[in-house]
């Protein structure tokens, strides 16, 4: 059974959330209980309740089943960022119970990441070791752009050096206007050592409420099947 999958990306606003979206999607379709978990958001909303990050919203909406804001966010930070690296320890436990509790809600949580592999927290751990420290499997959301490809790979060297397991990539068509967008795709296919489970197009916003066909699960569940027999 799949019960975690933690999303990363070869940077910050290349699609994590939009491919957890559609990851979200992807298994309620396949009528699987899933909950989105964000446990480290900027909050960018402020409301009666308190600062409300929009992905955060988002997940919550698209979870199976729905559970308090609180439960999919427990950790905001400033939106603007500024100040947020102030040595103020960040609270590894507070996330990890976070992440078991909704465990105990749905089969799979799909949680959505925070910028890049190696994007440094209020306390300059790296996020990656909230992820080593659950020994989370990982999917690699890559925005393709120019320059991508560099990003990849080091994301994809660092997740492994980290020792953990890089089960999945999506590739995400942030810049429609990329002449040479097949060859960047046919070069990660043969550099990136992990099996590509999707590929969205460039969706103009009303086009990205049903992402569901865009990801492909099965080859990460029978990874997972053979893993655990
Ligand atoms: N395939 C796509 N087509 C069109 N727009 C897209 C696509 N993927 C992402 N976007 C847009 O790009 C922006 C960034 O996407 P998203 O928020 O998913 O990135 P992110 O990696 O989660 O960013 P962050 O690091 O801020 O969490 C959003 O406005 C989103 O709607
Ligand atoms: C606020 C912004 N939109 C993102 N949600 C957070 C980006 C974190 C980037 C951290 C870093 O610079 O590595
Ligand atoms: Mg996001």
Redesign the pocket.
């Known amino acids: 059974m799949l019960k975690y999958l933690f999303v990363t990306?070869t940077?910050?606003?290349?699609?994590?959330?939009?491919?957890?979206?559609a990851l979200l999607q992807h298994l309620a379709a396949l009528n699987h209980s899933a909950v989105g978990y964000k446990p480290v958001a900027?909050g960018d909303k402020l409301t009666a309740d308190g600062w409300r990050n929009?992905?955060a919203l988002l997940l919550q909406s698209l979870s199976d089943p729905i559970r308090p804001y609180r439960e999919i966010s427990p950790v905001t930070l400033p939106g603007d960022m500024r100040g947020i690296y102030n040595g103020e320890p960040m609270d590894f436990a507070l996330m990890s119970n976070g992440l078991h509790q909704l465990s105990r809600q749905a089969q799979t949580v799909i949680i959505?990441?925070?910028?890049?592999w190696q994007s440094i927290l209020p306390d300059y751990r790296s996020y990656s070791e909230w992820v080593v420290h659950e020994k989370l499997p990982v999917v690699m959301?890559i925005?393709i752009q120019t320059g991508c490809i560099n990003h990849a790979i080091l994301t994809a060297q660092a997740i492994a050096t980290d020792g953990l397991r890089l089960v999945g990539w999506v590739a995400?068509?942030?810049n429609?206007g990329l002449a040479h967008y097949a060859e960047v795709l046919e070069v990660l296919r043969k550099k990136i050592p992990a099996p590509q489970i999707g590929e969205?197009?460039?969706?103009?916003?009303a086009q990205?409420r049903n992402l569901a066909g865009y990801v492909d699960l099965s080859a990460v569940m029978a990874l997972k099947a053979r893993l655990t027999a």
Do not use: C, E, F
């Open positions: 990306g940077d910050t606003a290349v699609g994590k959330t939009v491919v957890s979206q900027t929009q992905d959505d990441g925070h910028g890049g959301v925005g995400n068509r942030i429609p969205l197009p460039y969706l103009p916003r990205q």
